[in-house]
């Protein structure tokens, strides 16, 4: 088996490379963790609203038939169970195959800030679910979320889902500037290699990727 090796000029140039993108990522860093808190309060929503924590005025939804008459609505879970019957995603977000008291599945997205417990444990007690609303949109059209949520059993609906996320559902600090941070430094990779390794050639210490013309010619003459 053939073995191929990286040139040294190569090696060095990735290397100074990541070294500036460490540089760049820890500037970004900085500057996202700065709009953290307002993005904190963007996705906060208040109780009451859809995503947000449902008081007792908020009627509780039971069948699949309770859902259909109410505008808004919260589901009482016992325990965690709302999240053991499967899930999948769908969009840019993870839905989970909820069960109503009656037994009947119905896929929801949980704003899982807003669920308040009731238990001294998570696993005890009940989840008094977020406010939620039906969003009414064909299910079947995404077969790979069908296969991941159905994956134990069928939904009862595929017609619908329920909203229980609004313009909740906000990431921790550490996520929220993950991605920022891994855009830049990969972007300065790409960017810095290129620039360095020509840098490099133009005086010499590196040889050319593509010599330009007038060197081509210095070696046919």
């Excluded at 669920?115 to 609303?133: A, H």
Aim: hydrophobic share 35%.
């Amino acid at each position: 088996m053939r073995i191929h090796h990286l040139r040294f000029d190569i090696w060095a140039c990735l290397g100074l490379s990541f070294l500036l993108s460490m540089g760049v990522e820890k500037v970004v860093e900085k500057q996202v963790e700065k709009t953290y808190e307002s993005y904190v309060e963007e996705h906060t929503v208040e109780d009451g609203n859809i995503g947000g924590k449902a008081d007792e005025d908020v009627p509780r939804a039971e069948s699949v038939d309770d859902l259909l008459e109410n505008e808004t609505f919260t589901i009482v879970s016992d325990g965690i169970a709302y999240m053991n019957r499967g899930g999948g995603y769908h969009g840019n977000y993870y839905f989970h195959a909820v069960t109503l008291p009656s037994g009947e599945k119905i896929a929801a997205i949980i704003n899982q800030d807003s669920v308040t417990k009731t238990g001294e444990t998570i696993y005890d007690g009940n989840s008094i679910l977020p406010v939620g609303k039906i969003v009414y949109e064909d299910l079947t059209k995404d077969e790979t979320f069908l296969n991941q949520i159905e994956f134990k059993e069928p939904l009862t609906r595929t017609d619908f889902y329920i909203d229980m996320l609004g313009t909740g559902g906000k990431l921790n600090e550490e996520d929220y500037v993950a991605q920022p941070k891994l855009i830049a430094g990969f972007l300065t990779v790409i960017i810095t290699f290129p620039i360095l390794h020509a840098l490099g050639a133009k005086v010499g210490i590196f040889p050319y990727f593509f010599a330009p013309k007038n060197k081509k010619k210095s070696e046919w003459e």
